[in-house]
C-alpha cells in the first residue's frame, strides 16, 4: 500500500509539472496583450513597454519559464498582472464558495444516483424501471445552464418574495448562504443525477448476473443482503472511479452555474482573467484543479479495496 501510495504521488508531481508547463506554453502564445489590457487603449509604446519590464515579459521566454518554476517549487503561483495581488490569495478568497457548491452537489448526484440506480436494476424492465429510464434521458438531454436559467425563472422572484432569500449575500455556513446554495446545487447535479443512475444500473445489472450473486440466492440470503451486501459493494467501483474524476474536475468548471447565480467563486474567477489575459491566475487556478484530480483519483484508487475485497494495491 505504501509503495503504492508513494509511487501514484510521483505520478502526481510529475502529472502537475507536465499540465503547469502546457498552460505556460499555450498562455504566452495567446494573441491577447496583456499590457494592452493594463495600460488601456490609450497607452502609448513607450508605457506598454514600461509595463512589459516590469512584469517581466521583456525576457525570454525560457527564462520566464525558468522562473516560473523556481516559484511554483517554493509554492509560490506567482501575482496577479491585474492588481498585483498574490494568486494563492485570490483563488483562497473564492474557493470556499467553489467548494460548498461542488460538495453540496457532489452529494446530491452520487446519493440520488446510486439510489435511483440500484431501483432501476432491482426492478429492470418494470414500470418504475421505466419511469426512471425517462426521467434519465431528460436529466441527459438538459445542459447544466438550462436547468439553472429554469430554476432562476421560476423559483427566484416567487420565493424570494415569500421570505426565501435565494440570492442574500453572505459567507459560508450562514443560513441565508445555504439558502442560497441549493438551487445551484440542484442545477449543477440534476445532469450528473442522470448520469450516475445510468452508470448505477448498467453496473449493477452486470454484477447481479456473476455466479457469487447466484451463489449468495442459493445459499437463502435475502434478497436485501444479495442487494446491498454483496452487489451494490463490487457494482460502486467503476461509479465510484467516475465520481472521483467528476468531483476534482468540476472544481474548474463551475463556471456558468457560478456567472447565473451570481457566486464568487473560482468559477468567475477564472472568466474574469481570461477576459483580461491574466496569465499567473488562470495557470494557478489551472493547476489547483489538476491537483484536486490528482487527489480524488488517488483516494478513490486506495478505496478500491475497500469496496471490493478482490482488488489489491501492490
Given at each position: 500500500?505504501?509503495?503504492?501510495?508513494?509511487?501514484?504521488?510521483?505520478?502526481?508531481?510529475m502529472?502537475?509539472?507536465?499540465?503547469a508547463t502546457l498552460v505556460f506554453v499555450f498562455l504566452h502564445?495567446?494573441?491577447?496583450s496583456v499590457e494592452r489590457?493594463?495600460?488601456?487603449?490609450?497607452?502609448?509604446?513607450?508605457?506598454l513597454e514600461q509595463i512589459r519590464r516590469n512584469l517581466g515579459l521583456d525576457q525570454p521566454v525560457l527564462v520566464q519559464y525558468g522562473q516560473f518554476l523556481g516559484r511554483l517549487l517554493k509554492g509560490d503561483l506567482g501575482d496577479s498582472y491585474?492588481?498585483?495581488?498574490?494568486?494563492a490569495q485570490l483563488v483562497a478568497d473564492r474557493l470556499p464558495t467553489?467548494?460548498?457548491l461542488v460538495f453540496g452537489a457532489g452529494v446530491i448526484w452520487f446519493v440520488g444516483g446510486v439510489v435511483t440506480g440500484v431501483f432501476s436494476a432491482t426492478h429492470a424492465r418494470g414500470l418504475g424501471d421505466r419511469l426512471v429510464t425517462v426521467v434519465v434521458l431528460i436529466g441527459l438531454s438538459t445542459p447544466a445552464f438550462v436547468m439553472a436559467l429554469v430554476l432562476l425563472y421560476l423559483f427566484s422572484t416567487k420565493l424570494g418574495e415569500a421570505g426565501f432569500p435565494?440570492?442574500?449575500?453572505?459567507?459560508?455556513?450562514?443560513?441565508?448562504?445555504?439558502?442560497?446554495?441549493?438551487?445551484?446545487w440542484i442545477a449543477l447535479s440534476f445532469l450528473m443525477v442522470a448520469t450516475y443512475t445510468r452508470l448505477t444500473r448498467g453496473s449493477m445489472l452486470d454484477v447481479l448476473g456473476e455466479d457469487y450473486i447466484r451463489t449468495a440466492r442459493a445459499k437463502g440470503l435475502s434478497e436485501r443482503q444479495v442487494v446491498y451486501r454483496h452487489a451494490l459493494r463490487s457494482a460502486l467501483t467503476p461509479v465510484v472511479t467516475q465520481f472521483g474524476i467528476d468531483l476534482g474536475a468540476l472544481i474548474g468548471?463551475?463556471?456558468?452555474?457560478?456567472?447565473?447565480?451570481?457566486?464568487?467563486?473560482?468559477?468567475?474567477?477564472?472568466f474574469q482573467s481570461i477576459s483580461l489575459g491574466d496569465t499567473p491566475v488562470i495557470i494557478g487556478v489551472t493547476l489547483m484543479v489538476t491537483l484536486f484530480v490528482v487527489v480524488a483519483n488517488l483516494v478513490v484508487d486506495v478505496g478500491y479495496s475497500f469496496l471490493d475485497p478482490r482488488v489489491r494495491l501492490s
Open positions: 500500500m505504501v509503495r503504492f501510495v508513494l509511487r501514484r504521488l510521483l505520478y502526481s508531481v502529472v502537475l509539472l507536465l499540465v502564445i495567446s494573441p491577447v489590457v493594463i495600460g488601456g487603449p490609450k497607452a502609448t509604446t513607450d508605457t491585474i492588481n498585483g495581488t498574490s494568486v467553489t467548494l460548498w435565494f440570492f442574500e449575500a453572505g459567507p459560508p455556513l450562514q443560513e441565508h448562504f445555504l439558502r442560497r446554495m441549493i438551487l445551484p468548471s463551475t463556471i456558468v452555474t457560478e456567472k447565473v447565480f451570481g457566486l464568487q467563486g473560482v468559477g468567475q474567477l477564472v
